[in-house]
């Protein structure tokens, strides 16, 4: 039988409750680990949940919208043809809403099961702008929002990536920036190419974001303004779809904002001028192009 002095059982001791102290310590930080997922989850839980409310409020209330109008234009013969006419405008920007929420939709249920494939065309930037700046027409006009270009604005601008996928990012990007800006100010636009990049900056005169939500609003379901009746301020997907497609597409987006002083949303996406079809990959950004005051 092994005898031990007495100093040689006080260090086993020592050995053996500093083996617990360790022990004690790793289990307090998974314990800990597992507060901050469970909490997370609930809070996952809670975004899904209001996500689910303003997506149900963004697709049920243009489509009763269409309903109730398409409805009396079949109904009521004594309508004149200018009565008509505006409901028929009604009718259409509301589908025109319809399908910009489905599109977000269907494209984030798209990233989500990894089924997303990037394909590269030639096509132009300034005319796919313009496109865009049409199909809102209606939702600019009724804002009393106007669309300010910068003085390098280019007439025309080939480059080739996903015409698809840009087109969703600047819709998104755009809307935002109208429904953001105050009534009756801007939404600046500006293009810039450089060392086969483009640069595109959507500035907004609204009320501006704190620099501590500047990540926060490209996760998914986040929105600033929780209530869920709050009407045009959409469910929380577009904002990270378009980081998601701009990563596929090698680029990235930065955003320049303070609360009261508007925001900035600047992307950039490379030109893929010698590039087949296939998955695109993220890239980092550069610097922003303009101050909010060199637009206004």
Do not use: C
Request: no cysteine; aromatic share 8%; charged share 25%.
């Amino acid at each position: 039988m092994t005898s031990f002095t007495d100093q040689q059982l006080i260090e086993e001791l020592q050995r053996r409750i500093e083996q617990r102290r360790q022990a004690y310590d790793e289990l307090e930080q998974l314990n800990q680990t597992l507060r901050q997922v469970n909490q997370k989850l609930i809070e996952a839980e809670g975004l899904k949940t209001n996500f689910l409310s303003n997506a149900r409020n963004e697709i049920i209330n243009p489509l009763t919208s269409i309903i109730s109008l398409s409805e009396s234009l079949s109904a009521d013969e004594n309508l004149s043809m200018d009565q008509i006419r505006r409901r028929a405008a009604v009718i259409h920007q509301e589908a025109v809403q319809l399908d910009f929420q489905w599109h977000n939709i269907f494209a984030s249920a798209e990233i989500e099961a990894g089924e997303v494939m990037v394909e590269y065309y030639d096509f132009d930037v300034i005319q796919l702008l313009k496109e865009i700046a049409t199909k809102f027409d209606k939702t600019t006009a009724d804002r009393n929002v106007r669309f300010v270009y910068a003085a390098s604005f280019p007439e025309k601008l080939i480059i080739r990536s996903d015409p698809q996928k840009l087109q969703l990012i600047l819709e998104n990007l755009i809307m935002n920036a109208v429904q953001q800006t105050y009534h009756g100010t801007a939404v600046g636009i500006s293009v810039d190419y450089k060392d086969e990049t483009l640069t595109i900056a959507v500035a907004d005169q609204g009320a501006g974001i704190d620099s501590a939500d500047h990540a926060r609003i490209f996760d998914r379901f986040v929105r600033l303004n929780t209530a869920v009746a709050t009407p045009g301020q959409g469910h929380g997907l577009g904002l990270p779809l378009t980081k998601s497609y701009l990563e596929l597409l090698g680029g990235s987006i930065k955003l320049q904002s303070q609360r009261d002083h508007g925001s900035i949303f600047t992307l950039q996406i490379p030109d893929q001028k010698n590039k087949a079809n296939s998955n695109g990959a993220a890239a980092h950004g550069q610097d922003f192009l303009f101050d909010p005051s060199e637009l206004f």
